[in-house]
């Protein structure tokens, strides 16, 4: 058997490495390797494959913690993570009494259906000790039988489980504008399946949604395993920075710039927001630094949509490019003044 690749080794990191630093290395390789920017190149594509299951176990908390404990043995061939009844019972719920738990083996049972004897089992008491009495696993066994909690048999097989599984996510990112991220956004996407090719759907990026938060594509990801759903296909969402805007939380901060005379003397001046132009009353004897706030100008909640934030925004002198001698004379006549 082909021995795989460590996770850790795959995407360049340490073991300790944190979430920021999996992200990065992800994102790097992935660019490197993608199929987009390898058309016909195999073993690239290959690469890509490594890199997007590292990433996928290692970015997920609950994944990294199994892999860490377990290794691969931890994930069934479609890359989710095995039932909890496997690691409660050392690698299984069927494991050998007195065997050695790291050796991961189902046990087979046999049982007698005839009943009478000290070797028949109560196959709900069985079960149930293990599942806890609920339905919903398969079970076939060699003489057959059915009813015992959700278990059905089936004539002349060998006697295992097959759970229903989810398939694995996958995961990838997208960068949109500040401005976007205010009203929401649809944006057309491409991305490698799991066969290999190539998809473009159309996605709707929710008015709200900050640096990382994730749209879910349900059904987008790997198939599901014995009849179990697809997995989803989670969108990371990324916003770029912004020169006029900066956000914080909900709400937004940015600067104008007013005359000394509108500071001095009062008057009416246009601001910038991400919902357009808006005109604000600057007070008489204003001074530079203070901060007007327009309220329910920020960013909309990404669940309350009635909840917004707010926009404050920083007054700053705008000195004008050249003055006039009979300027200079008036500014010099109200220096002596004290103004």
């Given at each position: 058997?082909?021995?795989?690749?460590d996770?850790?080794e795959i995407l360049?990191?340490?073991?300790?490495?944190?979430?920021a630093?999996?992200k990065?290395?992800?994102?790097?390789?992935a660019?490197?390797?993608?199929?987009?920017?390898?058309?016909?190149?195999?073993?690239?594509?290959e690469?890509?494959?490594?890199?997007?299951?590292a990433?996928n176990?290692?970015?997920?908390?609950?994944?990294?913690?199994?892999?860490?404990?377990?290794?691969y043995?931890?994930?069934?061939?479609?890359?989710?993570p095995?039932?909890e009844?496997?690691?409660?019972?050392?690698?299984?719920?069927?494991?050998?009494?007195?065997?050695?738990?790291?050796n991961?083996?189902?046990?087979e049972?046999?049982?007698?259906?005839?009943?009478g004897?000290?070797?028949?089992v109560?196959?709900?008491?069985?079960?149930?000790?293990?599942?806890?009495?609920?339905?919903?696993?398969y079970?076939s066994?060699?003489?057959?039988?059915?009813?015992f909690?959700?278990?059905?048999g089936?004539?002349g097989?060998r006697?295992?489980?097959?759970f229903?599984?989810k398939?694995?996510?996958?995961?990838?990112q997208?960068?949109?504008?500040?401005?976007?991220?205010?009203t929401?956004?649809?944006r057309?996407?491409?991305y490698?399946?799991?066969t290999?090719?190539?998809?473009?759907?159309?996605?709707?990026?929710?008015a709200?949604?900050?640096?990382g938060?994730?749209?879910?594509?349900?059904g987008?990801?790997y198939?599901g395993?014995?009849?179990?759903?697809?997995?989803?296909?989670l969108?990371e969402?990324e916003?770029a920075?912004?020169?006029v805007f900066?956000r914080?939380g909900?709400?937004?901060?940015?600067?104008?710039r007013?005359?000394?005379?509108?500071?001095?003397?009062?008057?009416q001046?246009?601001v910038?927001t991400?919902?357009?132009p808006?005109?604000c009353?600057?007070?008489?004897?204003?001074?530079?630094?203070s901060?007007?706030?327009?309220?329910g100008?920020?960013m909309p909640?990404?669940?309350?949509?009635?909840?917004?934030?707010?926009q404050?925004?920083?007054?700053e002198?705008?000195?004008p490019a050249?003055v006039?001698?009979e300027?200079?004379?008036?500014?010099?006549e109200?220096?002596a003044?004290?103004?």
């Open positions: 058997m082909v021995k795989r690749k996770c850790y360049g990191i340490s073991r300790n490495a944190d979430e630093a999996i990065k290395a992800y994102r790097k390789l660019k490197k390797y993608h199929p987009d920017t390898n058309p016909g190149n195999s073993k690239a594509e690469h890509f494959k490594e890199v997007s299951e990433y176990i290692l970015n997920d908390k609950e994944k990294k913690k199994l892999y860490d404990q377990y290794g043995d931890a994930f069934d061939d479609s890359g989710n095995r039932p009844e496997w690691f409660k019972y050392g690698g299984g719920p069927f494991r050998q009494a007195g065997g050695d738990n790291d991961f083996q189902y046990r049972f046999h049982f007698n259906p005839g009943g004897g000290q070797g028949d109560d196959l709900d008491d069985l079960f149930g000790s293990f599942f806890g009495g609920q339905s919903g696993a079970y066994g060699r003489n057959g039988f059915g009813g909690n959700g278990f059905r089936q004539t097989g006697q295992r489980q097959t229903s599984q398939g694995q996510d996958v995961h990838a997208i960068q949109i504008a500040l401005r976007e991220a205010a929401g956004c649809d057309m996407i491409e490698t399946d799991h290999g090719a190539s998809q473009t759907l159309k996605v709707h990026i929710p709200g949604i900050a640096s938060g994730k749209v879910r594509l349900a987008k990801g198939p395993k014995n009849g179990g759903k697809a997995g989803d296909l969108l969402v916003l920075e912004d020169p900066e914080k909900k709400d937004i901060y940015s600067t104008v007013v005359p000394y005379s509108t500071l001095i003397l009062g008057g001046v246009t910038d991400l919902h357009g808006v005109n009353k600057i007070r008489e004897g204003t001074r530079a630094g901060k007007i706030r327009l309220k100008k920020g909640a990404l669940k309350k949509k009635d909840k917004t934030g707010d404050y925004v920083t007054v002198v705008l000195m050249k006039s001698e300027t200079k004379r008036k500014l010099r109200c220096a003044e004290g103004v």
